[in-house]
């Protein structure tokens, strides 16, 4: 076996960081290439040695093979690891590294050329036997591609040949917007990927959307490690994994892993890999691509076999066999992946670049995994992907996970850019979720009109309210202190207060009690008990004897209260207090210029209206490029274009007039 000396990540963010660590273990050096805005970032903390390398824009840099393989020579590294993204399935990135006497870890640079191709990749598979979706594309005859791809019938999908990450992707529902359609995802897949090349395949309403892991070495040895379920999606990029899919039996199971590791086998497959699978409504399932690269959401399937991937990985790259064959698999438990991103949901999920000022992950539990490369000061870069951080939960049932998830979820803090926690949250309580019928119209069918909370009902509203009551009380205590006047002493009457959440008011009685209050509400007694400090959030407590966690923010004259996905700005008055507060005018606020900002940096893509022109509520405005994603944003509601700011292929700085109103 060849021992690593040196290993250069060629990788930025929670994956560095969590390349650097596994390399650690395995008392090899390692060091990071980054750009100059990533100097102080958590990969540089966390590898041996940074070696900066020069971009413009700062992405570039982690896409120059040349550079990368220059700093390879500089710092003696004689192997690299490309993680997820950037070039890790870039076939002439491979050649060029072996070309230079460095081992590269991952496949050969010939798996990567053929499956990285998808129209290629496709026709290897059919040829090869394995199940494909009826599909047209366009090299084939491209004066017909419009009219081939129609015959297949609609819906259909609209695909980049050298895609990935949701890039170049259109559902289209009839022979009318087809041709549109066409040119959109053309022009798309030609500025992310440098090759406009386009494939349609029919689109599988009601689909799932489940992978198979697959390692190979040198020696022709494959195995798989179980599937995972990738369905939970929000504009073709996953947001919730999970791993097993709750939809499998064990006999669907080892078909979809014996057809992975055949085609494994047909290429030629070694390191880490992924064979991805679209499942119809009738269990029956079809190729959809090969990654040839560790995947973002790998985490769950190293919680329920036990293996660190990224290990594998290297000791293949080493020459080293597999030390175990398909017998000696064993998959237990459940876990799950939720991706947090620095992204607004109340606004159509667009990116939320800025500065992290407070970042409290949730504290250390078991069955809990956090990967990222942030910190508490840290930057989320306009540049890059919007992910924060990969919050993991496993157990021995799904059950279990799902509630550690939620839990973990709730006690995360983030203050800064915008994030979706909140959105998260109200995933793992959506009843769909929690009963497995997953599929990949998930967010589209249960939040058609964007998420802007997770209605408060149920147990959610009686903890609301049970906390907002033990802060309020806890605060007038301290302010009681604070004047000098001494603690009451012995019990307190019960007393009348009227909690309102977002102006709706909710009567109670409140009887304190050591260690807490007792609340009575629509004739039902609430236990809540739990400490509280000026500032501390989140908050740790009970109600009736179960353990939740809710986020307190300090506002004027109240709080901000969110627990469970739903959030709710919180005043608890005397009842006389609350009647004069509902009397009290609301400010109109007509007369305002009404204008559309830029929610972030970025560059202005098209400008979709003109002066004078009457749009809809919802109709497209404008698209604007940031953090690695088209931003549609949209008109929030009917009116005239008064005037057009910007153009195509402007500058933009966050905030930046685009469109007027009249």
């Given at each position: ?5 040196k290993?250069?990540?060629a990788?930025?963010g ?9 390399l650690?273990t395995l008392?090899i050096?390692?060091v ?16 041996d040695?940074?070696h900066?390398?020069?971009g ?7 896409l120059?093979?040349?550079a990368?393989?220059?700093?390879c ?10 993680g ?14 072996e ?17 990285g191709?998808?129209v ?7 040829e090869?036997?394995?199940?494909v ?28 040949a050298?895609?990935g990450?949701?890039?170049g ?7 009318a917007?087809l041709?549109?359609q066409?040119s ?6 030609a500025?992310?990927?440098?090759d ?11 689909s799932?959307h489940i ?13 798989h490690f179980g ?6 999606q929000?504009?073709f ?8 899919s709750?939809l499998?039996d064990?006999?669907?199971?080892a078909?979809m892993?014996?057809?992975?590791v ?5 290429v ?14 009738k269990?029956?399932f079809?190729?959809?691509e090969?990654?040839?690269r560790?995947?973002?959401e790998?985490p ?12 594998q ?9 597999l030390?175990?064959?398909?017998q000696?698999?064993?998959l237990?438990?459940?876990a799950?992946?939720?991706r ?5 949901p ?10 992290l000022?407070?970042?409290r ?7 809990i995994?956090?990967?990222?490369g ?9 540049f ?9 939960a ?6 279990v996970?799902?509630a ?11 203050r ?5 926690l ?20 998930f ?9 802007h909370?997770?209605?408060?009902e ?13 802060v ?7 302010a ?19 909690v309102?959440?977002?102006?709706a ?12 209050v ?16 000026a500032?501390?959030t989140?908050l740790?407590?009970t109600?009736d ?18 627990h469970a996905?739903?959030?709710?700005f ?6 006389r207090?609350?009647?004069l507060?509902a009397l ?23 400008i979709a209206?003109?002066?004078g ?9 404008a698209?604007?490029d ?8 949209r008109?929030e509601?009917?009116g005239?274009?008064?005037?057009v ?18």
């Amino acid at each position: 076996m060849t021992r690593f000396a040196k290993v250069l990540i060629a990788n930025r963010g929670e994956i560095a960081v969590r390349v650097a660590r596994t390399l650690r273990t395995l008392e090899i050096s390692s060091v990071v290439a980054h750009h100059a805005t990533d100097a102080d970032s958590l990969a540089c903390r966390e590898a041996d040695e940074a070696h900066e390398i020069a971009g413009n824009p700062p992405s570039a840099a982690y896409l120059d093979v040349t550079a990368i393989v220059a700093a390879c020579r500089a710092t003696g590294a004689d192997a690299v690891h490309p993680g997820y993204g950037f070039l890790s399935e870039n076939a002439a990135f491979a050649r060029a590294v072996e070309a230079a006497g460095i081992r590269f870890i991952g496949p050969s640079p010939e798996a990567i050329e053929l499956m990285g191709d998808k129209v290629r990749a496709r026709r290897f598979v059919a040829e090869g036997g394995f199940p494909v979706l009826e599909a047209a594309d366009e090299e084939d005859a491209p004066e017909t591609f419009a009219q081939r791809a129609a015959a297949i019938g609609f819906p259909l999908l609209i695909k980049a040949a050298a895609g990935g990450g949701g890039r170049g992707m259109r559902i289209v529902g009839d022979a009318a917007e087809l041709e549109a359609q066409l040119s959109i995802a053309k022009g798309e897949a030609a500025r992310y990927f440098g090759d406009g090349r386009l494939y349609c395949e029919r689109y599988v309403e009601r689909s799932r959307h489940i992978e198979v892991q697959v390692l190979g070495d040198a020696e022709g040895h494959v195995v798989h490690f179980g599937e995972r379920e990738c369905s939970i999606q929000r504009r073709f990029q996953k947001i919730v994994e999970e791993a097993p899919s709750p939809l499998l039996d064990g006999r669907m199971r080892a078909a979809m892993g014996a057809q992975a590791v055949a085609l494994a086998r047909a290429v030629g497959y070694r390191s880490a890999g992924t064979v991805e699978f679209i499942v119809d409504s009738k269990k029956k399932f079809y190729f959809l691509e090969m990654n040839t690269r560790l995947q973002v959401e790998h985490p769950v399937t190293e919680m329920v076999s036990g293996l660190d991937l990224v290990e594998q990985m290297i000791r293949i790259a080493a020459g080293e066999p597999l030390a175990f064959g398909q017998q000696d698999i064993r998959l237990d438990g459940w876990a799950i992946e939720a991706r947090i991103y620095a992204e607004d949901p109340s606004r159509g999920f667009l990116p939320s670049p800025g500065r992290l000022l407070r970042y409290r992950p949730p504290p250390e539990a078991e069955g809990i995994r956090l990967d990222d490369g942030v910190y508490e000061g840290a930057e989320v870069s306009v540049f890059y992907d919007p992910l924060i951080a990969k919050l993991c939960a496993s157990g021995p049932t799904r059950e279990v996970a799902i509630a550690r998830m939620r839990a973990a979820l709730d006690a995360f803090e983030i203050r800064g850019p915008r994030h979706n926690l909140g959105f998260l949250a109200a995933i793992m309580r959506h009843p769909r979720f929690v009963a497995g019928r997953l599929g990949v119209g998930f967010v589209a069918e249960e939040y058609a009109d964007g998420f802007h909370g997770a209605p408060a009902e149920g147990e959610v509203l009686d903890v609301l309210i049970g906390v907002a009551v033990l802060v309020h009380v806890r605060a007038e205590a301290r302010a009681s202190r604070n004047r000098g006047q001494a603690p009451r002493q012995g019990s307190r009457p019960r007393e009348r207060w009227v909690v309102s959440l977002d102006g709706a008011p909710h009567p109670v009685a409140v009887s304190e009690q050591a260690g807490g209050v007792d609340v009575e509400l629509d004739g039902r007694r609430l236990a809540v008990r739990g400490a509280w400090a000026a500032g501390a959030t989140p908050l740790a407590v009970t109600v009736d004897g179960r353990d939740v966690t809710v986020q307190v923010e300090r506002r004027s004259q109240g709080y901000r209260l969110s627990h469970a996905g739903s959030a709710a700005f919180a005043v608890v008055r005397r009842p006389r207090a609350a009647e004069l507060a509902a009397l009290m005018p609301v400010k109109s606020a007509r007369g305002r210029k009404r204008v559309l900002l830029s929610p972030m940096p970025g560059r202005v893509v098209s400008i979709a209206v003109r002066a004078g022109q009457e749009v809809k509520a919802g109709e497209p405005l404008a698209v604007v490029d940031a953090m690695k994603m088209e931003n549609v944003l949209r008109a929030e509601r009917d009116g005239r274009i008064a005037r057009v700011a910007a153009a195509a292929g402007d500058s933009l700085s966050a905030d930046q007039l685009i469109i007027e109103f009249e």
